[in-house]
């Protein structure tokens, strides 16, 4: 069983930045691919951003690219979405997830996840 637990939302005024954390406990015996999701009231999760499970290339979505970074640090099992610039339109819960598949190295969709964290909510005001 693997646990993930987010931290770093919070409330920031547009323009400002973020520092998303989100920390794997359990059966890490290998390195996962995981994500970045985010929730609008009412939508569905939206893809953000993702981390190979073979290295630490990323890929992230046009809305947020060159604004918000996600890394890995595999010594503390935690990955990171660096959120800078940020805008109202950016307001959501953020969710990490880890996938299990070892088909591909990364993933975009939130359905080839295996695991979310409880969510953080990211409140940007104008």
């Known amino acids: ?3 993930l637990v987010e931290s770093g939302g919070g409330l920031v005024q547009a323009g400002g930045s973020l520092r998303l954390s989100c920390a794997t406990s359990g059966r890490t015996d ?3 691919a995981m ?4 929730q609008f009231p009412g939508k569905e999760r939206e893809f953000v951003a993702a981390i190979s499970r073979l290295d630490n290339t990323t890929y992230h979505q046009h809305s947020v ?3 918000f970074t996600m890394s ?4 503390k099992n935690t990955v990171f979405l660096q959120m800078n610039s940020l805008k109202p339109e950016d307001t959501a819960v ?3 997830a880890l996938a299990r598949s070892r088909i ?3 993933y975009m969709v939130a359905s080839d996840y295996d695991y979310w ?3 953080t909510q990211v409140t940007v005001s104008s």
């Open 30 to 32: 290998r390195t996962y």
């Open 104 to 106: 591909a190295a990364m």
């Open 1 to 3: 069983q693997v646990e």
């Open 117 to 119: 964290g409880q969510g």
């Open 65 to 67: 690219r060159g604004r």
């Open 72 to 75: 890995r640090d595999s010594a």
């Open 35 to 38: 994500g970045w999701f985010r």
């Open 94 to 96: 953020y969710y990490c």
